[in-house]
């Protein structure tokens, strides 16, 4: 642990605790805070540099009672005291995405100059509502807007704004989609009550959840969402969408927006943008482009073609905090038509009048769907202000290509198989137990499999459904995980997996375990069995 040295400034007065005031930053304590933020950064340095796996293995019933028993009415006194407390609740048992056995969710590493924006902007606290709260804020968000609008392609008319994540980007765009349908479509129904059931929302079998869910919250009906069917690389079928768009044409439907996504969650595939372009342009609808995960190809040197026909969308969602290094959060959303984002726009006598419009004073609050928002938009500059976007595409193109490396080595060994080959950074496989009885365990397994890798700290795995199969994930995003990182996740994998069939089969058929009750007793079983040879070399033991 850190060694945190209190001063007798840092300490509170004897026999008083110390004032309301003392724990405000202002010019009279700015000396404190400088102190205090440098102890609580030495601590998570020290605690990174000694981090030798991405978790420690514990259970939300091990660790629930020591946050559950601290009295938040009996305040510690001093920042040291809450660190150490801090460590120990928390530090000691989070997850570690830097770690390059961290291999699951679509969570980056982070680089260094979005850090300091981070502390920067969260000391100076502006808000990016209205120009009076954020000054030069409102224009550097403005002008990485137009920095990522350029990149994409989008025209001198697109503006945007930062949100809060992917599915914050999506429920925007949905919403002006929505917005324009109606619009459109109120000379042929005279009331909106009329319009709004008939709205259709389409988007591929493996588009993210967060589009159904931004239709639930736009008031639209249960069937709102049409899932396309995908070929075998997980991408929308064209064909599908043409029979989907010229159904709901005959049946008196009106499809307010397609959502074609720019690497999937699970498989990072990317649909055919020219030819969905091409549907929507016949169609005459909003094309919605969903590049949360795959928005990092805008600063590939060598990959931005995958992105072709993104520059002919409506709306682009892009999520710097996945793959353009930055720490959650850090996303917006893109509109071809600025004046689109009027339908978002709302004025308040208090904040945001008329009259400033007209006085073309910049309110971002007039493009959000939030008021008080971060200056998170500061990270994503100072990046580029010290690195370069080609600093950033370079380390997405790293892993990108260590993901297709792992592909080919599960593609090779006979104890896994592989659903398809990303053209991002996932890998979606599955453990495969020999032919005979245990294949019919391979559910179970797989599951159990996961658990146990995470109950060992020796890596974290992401798990899916893929057909009604349980699957294992792997989702890279650390350029500095290696190839023998991935064999050893591999090989822990399936041990671990096979030790549990072996389990099963030796146990009588009365006393077997359903797979769900067996996945979750792994962390158990991990813990207290005798660890693999793999795992006695050495490597990181669960913590007690």
């Keep these: 642990m850190s060694t945190l040295v209190r001063t007798a400034e840092d300490a509170p007065p004897r026999g008083d605790a110390p004032s309301p005031e003392s724990h405000l930053l202002n010019a009279g304590t700015a000396e404190r805070y400088r102190r205090t933020v440098a102890d609580g950064l030495a601590l998570v340095a020290d605690t990174v540099a000694r981090v030798d796996r991405p978790f420690s293995g514990t259970t939300p019933d091990r660790l629930a009672p020591h946050i559950s028993g601290i009295d938040l009415d009996a305040p510690l006194g001093d920042c040291a005291a809450a660190l150490e407390e801090l460590e120990r609740v928390y530090l000691r048992d989070a997850v570690y995405f830097h770690h390059p056995r961290y291999l699951a969710h679509l969570n ?24 009076d709260q954020s000054a030069g804020g409102t224009l550097i968000e403005r002008q990485l807007i137009d920095w990522t609008a350029r990149r994409v392609g989008l025209g001198p008319t697109a503006d945007g704004v930062f949100t809060s994540g992917g599915s914050q980007s999506n429920l925007h765009a949905l919403l002006l989609a929505r917005e324009e349908a109606v619009l459109r ?38 069937d709102a969402v049409i899932p396309v069917e995908t070929d075998p690389q997980r991408r929308m079928r ?76 409506d709306s682009v969602t892009v999520d710097f905090h996945k793959s353009f290094f930055q720490p959650v959060s850090s996303s917006a959303l893109l509109v071809r038509e600025a004046a689109t984002l009027r339908h978002a726009t709302y004025h308040a006598d208090y904040l945001n009048p008329r009259r400033m419009a007209a006085q073309r004073i910049p309110n971002q609050v007039d493009k959000s769907l939030q008021t008080t928002r971060r200056f998170d938009a500061l990270k994503l500059w100072l990046t580029l202000r010290v690195m370069g976007a080609d600093a950033i595409g370079d380390l997405f193109d790293r ?49 159990y499999a996961r658990e146990a890798l995470a109950a060992s700290g ?3 795995v992401a798990g899916t459904t893929v057909d009604g199969v349980h699957h294992l994930k792997f989702t890279l995003l650390n350029p500095e995980t290696s190839l023998e990182d991935i064999a050893e996740v591999l090989d822990l994998l399936a041990e671990h997996a096979a030790h549990h069939l072996d389990t099963r089969l030796r146990a009588p058929r009365a006393h077997h375990a359903p797979a769900a009750d067996s996945a979750a007793t792994a962390t158990a079983s991990a813990a207290t069995a005798e660890p693999s040879p793999r795992l006695r070399r050495g490597h990181p033991q669960p913590r007690g």
């Design 108 to 131: 980056c590493p982070v680089v260094i100059p979005a850090l300091l924006g981070e502390a920067v902007l969260s000391a100076i606290n502006s808000s990016l509502d209205t120009w």
């Design 185 to 222: 479509a109120r000379g042929a129904a005279p009331t909106d009550q009329e319009i709004l059931p008939r709205l259709r929302v389409l988007v591929s079998e493996a588009g993210h959840f967060s589009v159904r869910k931004s239709a639930k919250l736009l008031g639209l009906g249960p």
């Design 238 to 313: 064209p064909a599908g969408l043409a029979r989907e768009l010229d159904r709901c044409r005959r049946e008196g439907l009106v499809v307010m927006a397609v959502v074609g996504t720019a690497g999937t969650t699970d498989f990072g595939s990317i649909d055919p943008l020219p030819r969905i372009a091409d549907l929507c342009a016949w169609a005459g609808t909003w094309f919605h482009v969903d590049a949360a995960y795959g928005c990092g190809l805008l600063a590939s040197r060598t990959r931005r073609h995958l992105l072709e026909g993104i520059e002919r969308a």
């Design 399 to 447: 892993v990108i290509d260590r993901a297709a490396d792992a592909w080919r080595l599960v593609d090779a060994d006979p104890r896994f198989e592989a659903v398809t080959r990303s053209p991002l950074s996932t890998l979606v496989f599955r453990y495969l137990p020999p032919d005979g009885p245990a294949r019919a365990l391979a559910d179970e397994a797989n599951l």
């Design 458 to 460: 020796a890596g974290v």
